[in-house]
């Protein structure tokens, strides 16, 4: 949630602007910058995302810039960044959790705050705090912090320089062929060759001319060896799509293909997996969809308890973590702030943590003992389409690995054919155009499917609301006439996805009783049968994928259903309103 970037070099204005247009899938509520140029800031914001900023006159080789999310106080003009106090001009990306106390104080000694923000606080206790030395102040300042902040700080005292802390947040320095740049997640820095020095929490960093120096929690300097910037993976384009959602669904086939299914290549992971006793998931949002349908995997393939837990719930349930537990976090970004805290508190109860994760360089992974990439490479439309595809496959796949083990069955056949039944799908999929039409003004959608398909229906469900803003639910079908059967109306949109021949009776027998109360049925089936049924308003037929890993690609067509709607409705599906793409927040 929230972009930061801060440059020292040459004509900074338009270089912070174009970084964070790259920065804005963390959210685009509103935009600033402030560049600071002998001794005086100038300072430009608006509402919404960064695209009109105007920055034409700013002169300056020193500055930061923001895009928000907004946490506290709405999106407008003064609420955004930077926050100017005294000497200082912040950027911040996090949650200040004491800020009121703080305030509080700061109204005591008189002084005026022109924000409702948390973030505001930070400045004027840097102004209270400064004695001549910056990075003093800032250590000073953020000892006293409760929350999640990374921090990018100009003081008008200090030319040519930004201090930087982090707590919580990712913020990572570059050093480029021309210019020091800080920033909240790499795509931001992507230029060939730069180097990367990522902060650890509790770290600081002064750039000043073109040096950077590292501290600790304790002040005391740091040596960092850099990375290389992969740019080709860091500056992915649309390809000649409209939307990135839409390039990354059609990335699927080639994200299958590429998956490595070798676990044994996770040092020493494929032995903590064998060892285990017990599998925790857990996880949010798409990503706690790819952990319930991978539920069935462990359980029905490999006979393995597995328990799937929302990451932001696991954290206050004061869980019982089993002896020889693997949880395993599974998060797109490895940034989501209640996954990273769910794993922790896993960990400190006993659990050997992997995190399954899109983003290795990430939060979550470095604190999880094993890393397994589900390699979907960068994701960069808020809704998550292709990394939830990657995560059920590496999930399934370790399934499969431990029913081999067992020996049980082998599935590694099964695994190798699905790129080809995803390219497939893609084809059949783009079938659900037809059906847009019948969604457009619908009051409530309804998703419903049985076991494995019942986590799809869910994920087709959260695809669907997220991007159409259409009201939506995914429901087991055999809860339907427990309650929800009383929602069904005329031409209510009914999704049913149906992969498993055993359950199909069952499942269309939720079919034909809200078909019977006038629901318009949407079906999306391997089974010929079921497809044919009279009466559907639309069916996509899948290729046979079993039911075992079909999540994977019956998710597709629901994916392009909520696309091709959303784009109907004369929305942005690569930036839906209130959302960001990492939540680094609780
Ligand atoms: C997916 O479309 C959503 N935007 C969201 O639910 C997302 O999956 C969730 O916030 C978890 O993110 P993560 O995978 O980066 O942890």
Request: charged share 20%.
């Given at each position: 949630?929230?972009?930061?970037?801060?440059y020292?070099?040459?004509?900074?204005?338009?270089?912070?602007?174009?970084?964070?247009?790259?920065?804005?899938?963390?959210?685009?509520?509103?935009?600033?910058i402030?560049?600071?140029?002998?001794?005086?800031?100038?300072?430009?914001?608006?509402?919404?995302?960064?695209?009109?900023?105007?920055?034409?006159?700013?002169?300056?080789?020193?500055?930061?810039?923001?895009?928000r999310?907004?946490?506290h106080?709405?999106?407008?003009?003064?609420?955004?960044?930077?926050?100017v106090?005294?000497?200082?001009?912040?950027?911040?990306?996090?949650?200040?959790?004491?800020y009121?106390?703080?305030?509080e104080?700061?109204?005591a000694?008189?002084?005026?705050?022109?924000?409702?923000?948390?973030?505001?606080?930070?400045?004027?206790?840097?102004?209270?705090s400064?004695?001549?030395?910056?990075?003093?102040?800032?250590r000073?300042?953020?000892?006293r912090?409760?929350?999640?902040y990374a921090?990018?700080?100009?003081?008008?005292?200090?030319?040519?320089?930004?201090?930087?802390?982090?707590?919580?947040?990712p913020?990572?320095?570059?050093?480029?062929?021309?210019?020091?740049?800080?920033?909240?997640?790499?795509?931001?820095l992507?230029?060939?060759?730069?180097?990367?020095?990522?902060?650890?929490?509790?770290e600081?960093?002064?750039?000043?001319?073109?040096?950077a120096?590292f501290y600790d929690?304790?002040?005391?300097?740091?040596?960092?060896?850099?990375?290389?910037?992969?740019?080709?993976?860091?500056?992915?384009?649309?390809?000649?799509?409209?939307?990135?959602?839409?390039?990354?669904?059609?990335?699927?086939?080639?994200?299958?293909r590429?998956?490595?299914h070798?676990?044994?290549a996770c040092?020493?992971?494929?032995?903590?997996l064998?060892?285990?006793?017990?599998?925790?998931?857990?996880?949010?949002?798409t990503?706690?969809?790819?952990?319930?349908?991978?539920?069935?995997?462990?359980e029905?393939?490999?006979?393995?308890?597995?328990?799937?837990?929302?990451?932001?719930?696991y954290?206050?349930?004061?869980?019982?973590?089993?002896e020889?537990t693997?949880?395993?976090?599974?998060?797109?970004?490895?940034?989501?702030?209640?996954?990273?805290?769910?794993?922790r508190?896993a960990?400190e109860?006993?659990?050997?943590?992997?995190?399954?994760?899109?983003?290795?360089?990430?939060?979550?992974?470095?604190?999880?003992?094993?890393?397994?990439?589900?390699?979907a490479?960068?994701?960069?439309?808020v809704a998550?389409?292709?990394?939830?595809?990657?995560?059920?496959?590496?999930?399934?796949s370790?399934?499969?690995s431990?029913?081999e083990?067992?020996?049980?069955?082998?599935?590694?056949?099964?695994?190798?054919?699905?790129?080809?039944?995803?390219?497939?799908?893609?084809?059949?999929g783009?079938?659900?155009r037809?059906?847009?039409?019948?969604?457009?003004s619908a009051r409530?959608v309804?998703?419903?499917?049985?076991?494995?398909d019942?986590?799809?229906?869910?994920?087709?469900s959260?695809?669907?609301?997220?991007?159409s803003?259409?009201?939506?639910?995914?429901?087991?079908?055999?809860?339907?006439?427990?309650?929800?059967?009383a929602?069904?109306?005329?031409?209510?949109p009914v999704?049913a996805?149906?992969?498993?021949?055993?359950?199909?009776?069952?499942?269309?027998?939720?079919?034909?009783?809200?078909?019977a109360?006038?629901a318009?049925?949407?079906?999306?089936?391997t089974?010929?049968?079921?497809?044919?049924?009279?009466?559907l308003?639309?069916?996509?037929?899948?290729?046979?994928?079993?039911?075992?890993f079909?999540p994977?690609?019956?998710?597709?067509?629901?994916?392009?259903?909520?696309y091709?709607?959303?784009?109907?409705?004369g929305?942005?599906?690569?930036?839906?309103?209130?959302?960001?793409?990492?939540?680094?927040?609780?």
């Amino acid at each position: 949630m929230c972009g930061i970037v801060g440059y020292l070099g040459k004509n900074a204005a338009p270089r912070i602007y174009a970084a964070l247009k790259k920065l804005e899938y963390r959210g685009y509520d509103s935009a600033g910058i402030a560049l600071l140029s002998d001794g005086k800031f100038t300072v430009r914001k608006k509402v919404g995302p960064v695209a009109g900023l105007k920055i034409a006159d700013l002169a300056g080789n020193c500055g930061v810039g923001h895009t928000r999310w907004a946490t506290h106080g709405a999106p407008t003009e003064q609420n955004a960044h930077p926050h100017v106090y005294g000497r200082f001009a912040v950027v911040h990306n996090g949650i200040i959790e004491n800020y009121r106390t703080l305030k509080e104080e700061c109204l005591a000694r008189g002084e005026v705050f022109s924000s409702e923000t948390d973030s505001e606080v930070i400045a004027h206790m840097l102004e209270h705090s400064y004695r001549g030395d910056l990075l003093e102040a800032v250590r000073a300042v953020t000892a006293r912090l409760v929350g999640s902040y990374a921090l990018a700080i100009l003081c008008s005292d200090c030319p040519e320089t930004v201090a930087l802390a982090r707590e919580k947040s990712p913020l990572i320095v570059g050093r480029g062929h021309v210019g020091l740049w800080c920033a909240s997640d790499v795509p931001a820095l992507a230029e060939k060759g730069m180097q990367l020095y990522p902060l650890g929490d509790g770290e600081f960093a002064v750039l000043h001319g073109d040096e950077a120096a590292f501290y600790d929690r304790d002040g005391a300097p740091l040596e960092k060896k850099p990375t290389l910037c992969d740019a080709a993976r860091d500056t992915p384009e649309k390809g000649g799509f409209l939307h990135f959602m839409r390039k990354e669904i059609a990335e699927i086939p080639s994200v299958l293909r590429r998956r490595p299914h070798a676990l044994t290549a996770c040092g020493g992971f494929y032995e903590a997996l064998c060892a285990a006793e017990h599998i925790g998931i857990t996880a949010c949002g798409t990503a706690y969809h790819a952990g319930l349908a991978a539920k069935y995997a462990f359980e029905r393939l490999a006979r393995m308890p597995c328990e799937v837990s929302f990451a932001g719930e696991y954290r206050y349930y004061e869980p019982i973590v089993p002896e020889k537990t693997l949880m395993l976090a599974v998060s797109q970004s490895g940034e989501t702030a209640d996954t990273i805290a769910a794993a922790r508190l896993a960990k400190e109860r006993g659990a050997v943590v992997a995190a399954v994760v899109n983003e290795e360089k990430s939060t979550l992974a470095a604190l999880a003992d094993f890393v397994v990439p589900v390699g979907a490479g960068r994701e960069i439309a808020v809704a998550a389409t292709k990394s939830y595809a990657a995560q059920v496959l590496t999930l399934d796949s370790m399934a499969a690995s431990l029913a081999e083990r067992r020996g049980l069955r082998g599935y590694g056949d099964l695994l190798k054919e699905l790129p080809d039944l995803a390219e497939e799908t893609l084809s059949v999929g783009e079938g659900v155009r037809a059906w847009v039409a019948h969604f457009l003004s619908a009051r409530s959608v309804y998703f419903i499917g049985r076991g494995v398909d019942y986590a799809a229906a869910l994920e087709g469900s959260l695809k669907l609301k997220e991007i159409s803003y259409l009201p939506s639910e995914g429901y087991p079908a055999s809860e339907l006439k427990h309650g929800t059967l009383a929602l069904i109306e005329a031409h209510t949109p009914v999704v049913a996805v149906l992969t498993s021949e055993a359950l199909a009776e069952k499942t269309m027998n939720a079919v034909h009783e809200v078909t019977a109360r006038g629901a318009s049925v949407f079906l999306v089936t391997t089974v010929r049968a079921c497809a044919e049924t009279p009466g559907l308003a639309g069916a996509v037929l899948l290729p046979q994928c079993g039911d075992v890993f079909s999540p994977a690609i019956s998710v597709i067509p629901l994916q392009l259903l909520a696309y091709y709607v959303s784009l109907a409705r004369g929305n942005d599906p690569d930036r839906p309103r209130n959302l960001a793409k990492s939540v680094t927040v609780e």
